[in-house]
C-alpha cells in the first residue's frame, strides 16, 4: 500500500514537472527603473478587459530607435501598469465626464523584454521573435501568470513586431 502511494505520487510529480516543464519561466527581471526612466507614451482603458486601465511605458532609447528604424533593439523592455478600474456599489465600472474609466487599485506590471536568442525555446505558436514576458506585482515580486497566455495572445502580431501599441510609439 505505502509503495503504491509512493509510486502514484512519484508519477504524479513526474507529470507536473512535465506541465511545467511545457510553460519556459521568464528570465526577465522586474524593471526597476521605469518608474525614472521611461517615457508613459499611452495611456488607455483596455481593449480585452472591460474593467481595468493600463499605462504603458518605454525608454526614449526604444522610442527613438522605433521612430528612426521601425525596429526594436537588442535589450528594449516595455512596460504596462494595470490598473483596477473605479466602480459603483453595484460593482458597475464608472466612468468619467471624459467616458473614461478611472483608475483604482494598482494591480499588475506586465512586462515585454526583447534579447536576442530568447525567442528560440519557443514552438511557433508561443513565438514572439526574441520577445519574452513576465509579470509582476506593483512590489516588484513575481506575479503567478499563464505566460503561455501572453505569448500566444502577442505571437499573431508579426505586422507590428507582437506590439499592440506599435503604432504609438512611432
Ligand atoms: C488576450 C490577449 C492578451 C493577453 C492574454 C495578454 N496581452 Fe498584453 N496586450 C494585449 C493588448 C490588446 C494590449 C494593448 C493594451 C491593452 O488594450 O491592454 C497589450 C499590451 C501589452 C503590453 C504593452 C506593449 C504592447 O503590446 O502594446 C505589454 C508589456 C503586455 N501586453 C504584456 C503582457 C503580459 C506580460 C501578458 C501576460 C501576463 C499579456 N500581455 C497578456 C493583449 C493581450
Redesign the pocket.
Same mark, same amino acid.
Given at each position: 500500500m505505502i509503495r503504491t502511494v509512493a509510486l502514484v505520487s512519484l508519477l504524479l510529480l513526474a507529470f507536473c514537472g512535465k506541465v511545467f516543464a511545457e510553460e519556459p519561466q521568464s528570465k526577465i527581471k522586474f524593471p526597476e527603473n521605469y518608474k525614472t526612466d521611461f517615457v508613459n507614451y499611452l495611456s /488607455?482603458d483596455?481593449?480585452?478587459?472591460d474593467d481595468?486601465i493600463?499605462r504603458?511605458f518605454a525608454s526614449e532609447e526604444v522610442l527613438k530607435a522605433v521612430k528612426a528604424t521601425g525596429e526594436f533593439p537588442d535589450g528594449a523592455v516595455?512596460?504596462?501598469e494595470i490598473y483596477k478600474a473605479k466602480k459603483d456599489e453595484d460593482g458597475e465600472v464608472i466612468e468619467s465626464d471624459l467616458s473614461r474609466r478611472i483608475r483604482d487599485k494598482f494591480a /499588475?506590471v506586465?512586462?515585454?523584454e526583447k534579447r536576442k536568442g530568447w525567442g528560440e525555446q519557443f514552438s511557433e505558436e508561443f513565438r514572439n521573435g526574441d520577445w519574452d514576458?513576465?509579470?509582476f506585482k506593483p512590489d516588484g515580486s513575481v506575479a503567478k501568470?499563464n505566460?503561455n497566455?501572453?505569448r500566444?495572445?502577442?505571437a499573431p502580431l508579426t505586422d507590428t513586431k507582437?506590439?499592440?501599441?506599435?503604432e504609438h510609439m512611432k
Open positions: /488607455l483596455r481593449t480585452q478587459n481595468q493600463i504603458l516595455i512596460v504596462g /499588475l506586465a512586462v515585454m514576458f513576465a509579470a501568470k505566460l497566455d501572453c500566444k495572445c502577442h507582437h506590439v499592440f501599441s506599435y
